[in-house]
């Protein structure tokens, strides 16, 4: 026998799964409106540029993101001083050791996606101050195609903003891709398609880390960011370059305060990453032109500077590097 309460109890019933649906549409809506991002930041006695970088980020008109600042073993109060200065705006994670760039990454990342599971992470260098749209215009374009796994920003000199820094490295002779120069001149809003993004700003989609892995480790810093953009390729994801995305680098902001690190691990890692990303003929080719131009001319630039400590550092990084050529090992 059918009775009121019937329909009342029928009435709640529907009204409950209406307002489950509406809640499941409406944050179906907002998770695809508003991706979560979790920005990795390193930090290795650079306490003044890893200020002015987190204070730039804060002004970020993005809403949903974490910051994680890695700190990898400064000498100093770095840390004491951020958390102070920063309080929870910052996760914090302490290095005893400098673990250098691919695995000082790979840290934070791994902490970003067991602690937020965010669905983008972006790489920042702690000498970089971002616009308030960066990564509003990044995920923007992330997410306006499935295939893109990566996407930069457009990198222009802290010291002169209307200079932009080159787009990428070659390993043997001029690059045939046109240069953010060329990029700026033409005036261009809309994304493009590019072959390799710097790692000072890399915003990766969380499908590529779920494929691809994390950064190798195995290079400490210079060139990991460039092999993975070609796993990236590899693995069927697009790279786009986004030039209403903007970020300030200074560039060697780190590095460039360790004497000898840029010229021993430059030199070291190219033929690191030749070795596990090229065929026999590329080695080839890329070692004929090592050491009959590059290496000759490089030499030359340190007799005429007299500079002795710099030659020594070239040196080591060219003897350790052909050591990766030979073993098999490093090639996967």
């Known amino acids: 026998m059918f009775r009121p309460t019937h329909m009342v ?3 709640y019933a529907r009204l409950a799964l209406q307002l489950f649906a509406i809640h499941k ?3 179906d809506v907002q998770r695809v409106n508003n991706p979560k991002v979790a920005i990795i930041v390193l930090n290795c006695n650079g306490l003044e540029d890893t200020i002015e970088c987190v204070e730039s980020l804060k002004k970020l008109a993005y809403a949903d993101y974490r910051v994680v600042v890695v700190d990898n073993g400064s000498a100093g109060n770095d840390v004491s001083v951020l958390r102070e200065r920063f309080g929870n705006y910052l996760h914090l994670i ?4 400098n673990c250098g760039f691919a695995e000082g990454s790979n840290i934070g990342i791994r902490y970003a996606l067991a602690s937020f599971n965010p669905d983008y992470i972006l790489l920042l260098n ?14 923007k374009a992330a997410d306006s195609d499935t295939n893109i796994g990566m996407v930069g920003p457009d990198i222009r000199s802290y010291s002169s903003s209307d200079r932009a820094s080159p787009k990428g490295r070659t390993i043997c002779g001029p690059t045939t891709e046109p240069s953010i120069d060329e990029v700026n001149k033409e005036r261009l809003t809309e994304m493009i398609e590019v072959p390799v993004i710097f790692g000072c700003a890399l915003l990766i989609n969380r499908r590529v880390i779920d494929k691809i892995g994390l950064l190798y480790p195995g290079y400490f810093a210079y060139y990991e960011d460039e092999e993975y953009c070609i796993r990236c390729r590899k693995a069927g994801f697009k790279l786009v370059q986004v030039p209403t995305a903007v970020v300030w680098h200074k560039a060697m902001g780190t590095s460039g305060k360790v004497r000898g690190l840029t010229y021993y691990y430059m030199t070291r890692n190219e033929f690191l990453f030749v070795a596990r990303n090229f065929s026999k003929g590329m080695v080839l080719r890329f070692l004929l032109h090592f050491l009959f131009w590059r290496a000759p001319l490089t030499v030359i630039g340190f007799v005429l ?3 002795r400590e710099n030659f020594k550092i070239f040196c080591k990084g060219a003897f350790d590097g052909i050591k990766f050529i030979i073993p098999k090992q490093h090639r996967h």
Do not use: K, Q
């Open 94 to 97: 302490e290095n005893i050791l």
């Open 126 to 139: 702690n000498d970089t101050v971002v616009d308030t749209e960066m990564l509003t215009e990044l995920v």
């Open 9 to 11: 109890n029928y009435c």
């Open 305 to 307: 500077r007299n500079d």
């Open 25 to 27: 549409d409406s944050s």
